[in-house]
């Protein structure tokens, strides 16, 4: 059982509002990553960071942003969420040797925008 | 253009029974190709991990296999439970970069029936 936890896992909210989703593991990982998912879609990387104050945005265009101040915590944070915005959004860490790397995933947070 | 097909979208099996999901990609230069397991709500969980040299790999009732000349992956359950229904997902890792990028297929939904 992967130690990477996210909160909250379900958030229902109105357009304009601002919200942070949090992504926290325990596992000293250096990378860490943020995916979205939509229902029987593949995940789209939309950021990730090799290490503190490290970031930088993935393939997806997005509106979010994430900042890495401390190893263990890569929060995501959209200004002003929009109806668009609903998905589900993975974190993920990984333990870096690249030809074996295996990525972490949390639960996840699924988000509705109104 | 990197891809990553699976096959087939869905599948629906009776308990106890053996199954086989397939993976086709495009992805050059190939790394390493992963298969995950995502059950409903949660993040994806890593099976197995395999690269270029290696054309198997088990992990209890999943078997993986893999062949690098046509670049088709299969995964192999057997005696199938009702635990198994979720998401398989292959993701396939290219050496393009330092960065190992990483492409996702959309996954087979396999539902097991009592």
């Known amino acids: 059982e992967a130690d990477i936890y996210q909160t909250p896992r379900y958030l229902v909210i109105g357009t304009g509002k601002k919200i942070t989703l949090e992504c926290s593991q325990t596992?000293?990982?250096?990378?860490m990553y943020w995916y979205q998912q939509d229902p029987g879609m593949e995940l789209h990387l939309i950021h990730y960071s090799y290490g503190v104050n490290s970031t930088e945005k993935g393939d997806l265009s997005s509106e979010s942003t994430v900042s890495r101040i401390r190893t263990e915590h890569f929060p995501l944070t959209l200004e002003s969420a929009r109806p668009s915005h609903t998905s589900q959004y993975l974190c993920?860490?990984?333990?870096?040797?690249?030809?074996?790397?295996?990525?972490?995933f949390g639960p996840g947070t699924r988000l509705l925008v109104l | 253009k990197n891809q990553v097909e699976q096959s087939p979208q869905s599948l629906i099996i009776l308990e106890g029974k053996n199954c086989t999901l397939q993976?086709?990609?495009?992805?050059?230069?190939?790394?390493?190709l992963r298969w995950y397991k995502q059950d409903t709500g949660r993040g994806p969980v890593s099976l197995t991990i395999?690269?270029?040299?290696?054309n198997t790999k088990s992990n209890g009732r999943y078997t993986a296999t893999l062949d690098a000349d046509t670049k088709q992956s299969s995964l192999h359950i057997t005696a199938s439970q009702l635990s198994d229904s979720a998401s398989y997902i292959c993701?396939?890792?290219?050496?393009?970069?330092?960065?190992?990028?990483?492409?996702f297929g959309r996954g087979t939904q396999l539902t097991v029936w009592p």
């Open positions: 993920a860490s990984s333990d870096g040797y690249r030809d074996q790397e295996t990525q972490y």
């Open positions: 395999m690269t270029f040299s290696e």
């Open positions: 993976c086709n990609y495009t992805v050059s230069p190939f790394s390493n």
């Open positions: 596992m000293g990982h250096d990378k």
């Open positions: 993701v396939v890792s290219d050496r393009g970069s330092t960065l190992g990028r990483l492409y």
